[in-house]
T-cell receptor, first 112, second 114 residues
Framework: GNSVTQMEGPVTLSEEAFLTINCTYT??????LFWYVQYPGEGLQLLLK?????DKGSNKGFEATYRKETTSFHLEKGSVQVSDSAVYFC???????????FGTGTKLQVIP | EAQVTQNPRYLITVTGKKLTVTCSQN?????MSWYRQDPGLGLRQIYY???????DKGDVPEGYKVSRKEKRNFPLILESPSPNQTSLYFC?????????????FGSGTRLTVV
């Protein structure tokens, strides 16, 4: 079956540091890939997505590139802010019925 | 405003007392789904619905029921709640089976069963 593996958290960074959160996946066919963000006390929000190999999704300074050869979709940001503190979920969509598989989430804490 | 609305936000109940968590979306989405979120386990799908009167089991359906009588509503029913159903629940919706559509999530329902 499909699966998503994210790096363990929590990740603690100083403001303006570079962020990478690793995500790898196992899926049949050609899945679409997503990153969602969950701020404290809220639901998940779609951060970015990529639907085919070599696509780069980007939003709010975050980027991730769909790498089919390494089955990866790592999230990056060049300079994090305190307001980026949240839990980040990698996810994939595979199959014709909108089956979305989520990773376990990575908590990011950015300190001033 | 386009949104998914869940109610209640917080609920404490006793074992065996039937409860319903409501979910409504105003985006005319065909697809709706329920997830539960537990520490260390991420989000696991409970049930999903492709359209009105079409529902199917997700990964952890035991102890839950759903119905989809109208396109906008997708309630989650716990006929006889047990403590292992204490969790954070999310309803989500999307346009359908086209590739690349993301979910819109509700704000969550934190359920405690004592």
């Amino acid at each position: 079956g499909n699966s998503v593996t994210q790096m363990e958290g929590p990740v603690t960074l100083s403001e303006e540091a570079f962020l990478t959160i690793n995500c790898t996946y196992t899926a049949t066919g050609y899945p679409s890939l997503f990153w969602y963000v969950q701020y404290p006390g809220e639901g998940l929000q779609l951060l970015l997505k990529a639907t085919k190999a070599d696509d780069k999704g980007s939003n709010k300074g975050f980027e991730a590139t769909y790498r089919k050869e390494t089955t990866s979709f790592h999230l990056e940001k060049g300079s994090v802010q305190v307001s980026d503190s949240a839990v980040y979920f990698c996810a994939l969509l595979s199959g014709g019925y909108q089956k979305v598989t989520f990773g376990t989430g990575t908590k990011l804490q950015v300190i001033p | 405003e386009a949104q998914v609305t869940q109610n209640p936000r917080y609920l404490i109940t006793v074992t065996g007392k039937k409860l319903t968590v409501t979910c409504s979306q105003n985006m005319n989405h065909e697809y709706m789904s329920w997830y539960r979120q537990d520490p260390g386990l991420g989000l696991r799908q409970i049930y999903y619905s492709m359209n009105v009167e079409v529902t199917d089991k997700g990964d952890v359906p035991e102890g839950y029921k759903v119905s989809r009588k109208e396109k906008r509503n997708f309630p989650l029913i716990l006929e006889s709640p047990s403590p292992n159903q204490t969790s954070l629940y999310f309803c989500a919706s999307s346009f359908g089976t086209e590739r690349g559509y993301g979910y819109t999530f509700g704000s969550g329902t934190r359920l405690t069963v004592v």
